[in-house]
């Protein structure tokens, strides 16, 4: 198995915020390991089979679902409980496990900013593959800089999938994806923009990033908790004019 870097990103202060509720807020992390690449299409064969024709490209049409089923898998190969059960296709995130598993919305940003407080982490043109390279397909990780993390192509090349749902009031069972693709320009690729899908969907420019990291308690940590997505899942009357309607994939920037 090509083993899967990891970087080790020490506690620390993170603001998020939910544009159609027009809320911030700040979230107080715990030490947690991230990957240091997208998993890449080699990865993704040598644990549930997956074709690799590029393999050192983003394993991209892989469903939210399916990225769970991998993070458990690769759990198993390495030894470690996993992180996810499932009722059907509802999940549950068993906190205090050590298995992979996708990053928070909270722990991806922190991770991506790398104590950055704008919406890139450096020049563009070095660190994200966008629009502006002509490129029309996901490219091998690790071609641009790195972020202060050490961690390559959190923006651009490919969205990334999160633990999160999107907004349950609005659209259901979507998840978060993060970080802007090859196919998007600068308003898209930035650290706090915010986009997602069904977690069955697949699409040629998303892929994942896997986490670690157990935590004290059952059904809240790193800046997510079931009580919250319960509350967001009531329709307020909140959304802004030209919210994008269901069916649509959806988005909010900052």
């Known amino acids: 198995m090509t083993d899967v870097e990891m970087a080790r990103i020490e506690a620390g202060m993170v603001g998020l915020h939910d544009a159609r509720r027009k809320l911030r807020w700040s ?10 690449y ?9 644990i549930i089979g997956e074709p690799a024709p590029h393999p050192r490209r983003p394993a991209t049409e892989v469903s ?9 898998a690769l759990s198993e190969w390495e030894g470690l409980d996993a992180a996810y059960t499932f009722d059907g296709e509802d999940v549950t995130w068993h906190v205090d496990s050590d298995g992979y598993r996708l990053p928070t919305e909270a722990e991806w940003e922190f991770a991506c900013r790398a104590g950055s407080n704008g919406p890139h982490y450096g020049p563009l043109a070095e660190v994200a593959w966008t629009s502006a390279d002509g490129v029309t397909t996901p490219q091998d990780v690790g071609g641009k800089h790195p972020n202060l993390n050490g961690l390559f192509d959190t923006l651009g090349n490919v969205w990334e999938w999160c633990w999160n749902l999107l907004d349950p009031a609005r659209y259901d069972s979507y998840r978060v994806f993060r970080g802007g693709g090859f196919a998007d ?22 892929g994942f990033r896997l986490a670690r990291g157990g935590f004290d308690g059952t ?27 269901r069916g649509r994939r959806p988005e909010t920037r900052a």
């Open 27 to 36: 979230v107080a992390l715990e030490p947690f390991e991230i990957g240091v």
């Open 219 to 245: 059904d809240a940590a790193q800046g997510w908790s079931a009580a919250i997505d319960a509350g967001r899942g009531s329709d307020d009357g909140l959304s802004p004019l030209g919210w994008t309607p």
């Open 185 to 206: 320009d600068a308003w898209s690729v930035r650290a706090s923009t915010r986009r997602g899908g069904p977690h069955r969907a697949s699409q040629d420019d998303v």
């Open 64 to 72: 939210w679902l399916r990225t769970i089923r991998f993070c458990n």
């Open 38 to 46: 997208p998993v890449t299409q080699q990865q993704l064969a040598e």
